[in-house]
């Protein structure tokens, strides 16, 4: 004969009641201004104008809010061309009116980050929203196209305005100085200041023969004097050449 399961005590009912879970996670308006993070992996938009989006990252919104895909010609036919071939990372929504959205990506670390006439770059999948008044424009790395399938896209966003980016868990900002390169895993590489250029190199290391198949590795180097942002997470986003 079964055992009929046992009756959850009064005190474990107070604890775990819909009413408590319901006032724990409820929305809260800190008053932090445009962008506000609601949690560390939601981002919430108290709108008024407009605002560029990553394309699929709303995940709510409430009030007269109107979403419009990238027109064309809106960025330029630069950006154009290469958006063709650059994947969904690199594609916009634009929000526009009066409410408030909540965007989110794969339950991503959300980081905003505040430009003054400054410059960025960041992996265009990582790219979640800015404001109107920042420019963006699409880089193709085109040293790596020999190197990889499909090369690598990345958005340099500036001038003055807001902007959230993402990250698989928290983020790592190493230093680069003219006597101390940096040399990190593109896989891992999320953001760089916007004067560096990196440059693409093969390696063969022991870490591309243990669980990462045969072949060469390909790593990023920065110099010169910024700064480089990676992820504790290899975020494969391209193919190698020849699959």
């Given amino acids: 004969m079964d055992t009929p399961p046992p009756i959850p005590s009064d005190s474990d009912l107070a604890r775990y009641s819909l009413k408590q879970f319901v006032e724990e996670t409820e929305q809260r308006d800190r008053g932090q201004g445009l962008f506000e993070l609601e949690t560390q992996r939601l981002l919430e938009v108290n709108l008024n104008g407009t605002v560029w989006t990553k394309m699929g990252s709303m995940v709510a919104y409430r009030g007269n809010v109107k979403f419009t895909r990238e027109g064309v010609l809106e960025q330029g036919i630069g950006n154009l061309l290469k958006k063709a071939v650059s994947g969904e990372g690199t594609r916009l929504t634009k ?63 500036e001038g003055t305005g807001l902007i959230a980016i993402t990250s698989h868990y928290d983020p790592m900002t190493l230093r680069v100085t003219p006597n101390n390169p940096v040399i990190t895993d593109p896989n891992a590489t999320i953001a760089w200041s916007g004067n560096l250029e990196p440059a693409f190199k093969k390696d063969v290391s022991l870490k591309t023969f243990v669980g990462r198949g045969s072949g060469e590795s390909i790593q990023m180097e920065f110099k010169g004097e910024g700064f480089v942002v990676v992820q504790p997470y290899e975020e494969v986003v391209y193919q190698h050449a020849g699959g």
């Fill in 95 to 157: 929000a526009e009116g009066q409410g408030k959205v909540y965007l989110a990506d794969s339950g991503k670390k959300v980081i905003i980050i505040g430009l003054e006439n400054e410059a960025i770059v960041v992996n265009g999948n990582d790219v979640l929203a800015f404001e109107t008044s920042i420019k963006n424009t699409i880089k193709m790395m085109r040293k790596i196209t020999a190197m990889m399938a499909g090369g690598l896209f990345n958005v340099r966003l």
